[in-house]
């Protein structure tokens, strides 16, 4: 019932909203709402291929709407050079937003990496195949991308300038969520002090390191502020979780260790870390995800990311550039996630992850 598509005469002005029957047609309305409805009876299958079936019947949806969408989007558009727009819909990003979490549901319990990587196979090369041969080409935000002649060179920034700030935030946090948990002096100064960083607002933060940087001669715009902004917020999710994890060893499996003739450093990298390895490394995933939403924030002060893009399409009223830079960096989010998560399946092991 929401809108579908959205028709506009050129890429500014208010258009005209309609159903996905009005625009895509009848053929794939039957072919999306049956690949929604195969969704929700997938999620009352037996438990023992429950994941699998919802994860088959997610990825299929997606391909239908993909496809759906570039329907809409030929069928609507004049034929010729015309400014004329077709913009993805409320209910078409509604319905993204529910196959993501069938999506992710399913991958999550399907019980099988190989098929939760199978799954994201398919779906990549059915927007490929959307995009090349289904019309989503002709939608209005793939129109951005091809006008964006700066897009990789942004999109590869904000990935640098994401996981700099989070690298150089474990560079820092890891020592000190160490250190904390062995002295309560630094346990007391520095949980607080990074969470009190965490609460200044981004701008209001940047201004101050812009007066900083700028009494200490230091660029104050532009890449190195963005760092350090994005290292200190990313400083709290690491420096408390390291410190839960090394506060959280049981005392027990320490003394057994002492009592074995271990140092403190071989306690250290033997028994303490890899116990809370987990708790760290869900620690750096948080900061990761942190960094990539604030980093676009950060366009407004000189950072040349995404955030440039989104802040260009808000000064121009063109809401399909905003979407294209706020898409990608929501999959970067998703994709980080999901990386951070594989990593910690890599080196974790196995009994530690069951405890």
Same mark, same amino acid.
């Given at each position: ?76 558009? =004049?034929?010729?050079?015309? =400014? ?100 309560? =002096? ?32 230091? =660029? ?136």
């Amino acid at each position: 019932m929401l809108p579908f598509v959205q028709f506009s005469a050129n890429r500014i002005v208010n258009g005209t909203s309609l159903s996905l029957f009005a625009s895509a047609g009848p053929t794939w309305s039957a072919v999306l709402s049956g690949t929604l409805l195969l969704t929700l009876a997938a999620a009352f299958a037996p438990a023992r291929w429950r994941g699998r079936a919802v994860l088959t019947a997610a990825i299929a949806a997606f391909g239908a709407l993909l496809f759906a969408s570039g329907a809409a989007a030929v069928h609507l558009t =004049p034929a010729g050079d015309t =400014p004329a727009r077709v913009s993805v819909g409320a209910g078409a990003w509604l319905v993204l937003a529910g196959v993501g979490v069938a999506w992710f549901q399913g991958s999550r319990t399907s019980g099988s990496r190989r098929v939760s990587a199978l799954g994201a196979i398919v779906a990549v090369a059915l927007a490929l195949g959307a995009g090349l041969v289904g019309g989503l080409s002709a939608t209005s935000i793939a129109i951005e991308y091809r006008n964006a002649d700066n897009f990789w060179l942004l999109a590869e920034r904000h990935v640098l300038l994401s996981v700099g700030g989070m690298g150089l935030g474990a560079l820092l946090g890891v020592p000190l969520g160490i250190v904390s948990a062995r002295l309560k =002096p630094v346990r007391s100064i520095a949980i607080p002090v990074v969470s009190v960083i965490q609460t200044v607002p981004s701008l209001a933060l940047f201004g101050l390191l812009m007066i900083a940087l700028t009494a200490l001669a230091l =660029p104050s715009i532009g890449t190195v502020p963005t760092l350090i902004a994005l290292t200190l917020y990313s400083l709290l999710p690491i420096v408390r979780n390291t410190f839960l994890g090394i506060a959280g060893v049981d005392p027990a499996i320490v003394d057994a260790g002492q009592g074995m003739g271990m140092s403190r450093w071989e306690l250290l990298m033997g028994v303490e870390l890899p116990l809370a390895l987990p708790l760290v490394l869900e620690g750096l995933r948080q900061a990761l995800i942190l960094t990539i939403g604030i980093a676009a924030v950060m366009a407004i002060g000189g950072a040349q990311d995404l955030g440039t893009i989104v802040f260009d399409g808000i000064g121009s009223v063109a809401n399909d550039k905003v979407l294209l830079g706020a898409v990608p960096m929501v999959l970067m989010a998703i994709v980080a996630d999901q990386t951070m998560r594989a990593l910690e399946g890599l080196v974790v092991s196995p009994g530690i992850r069951e405890r």
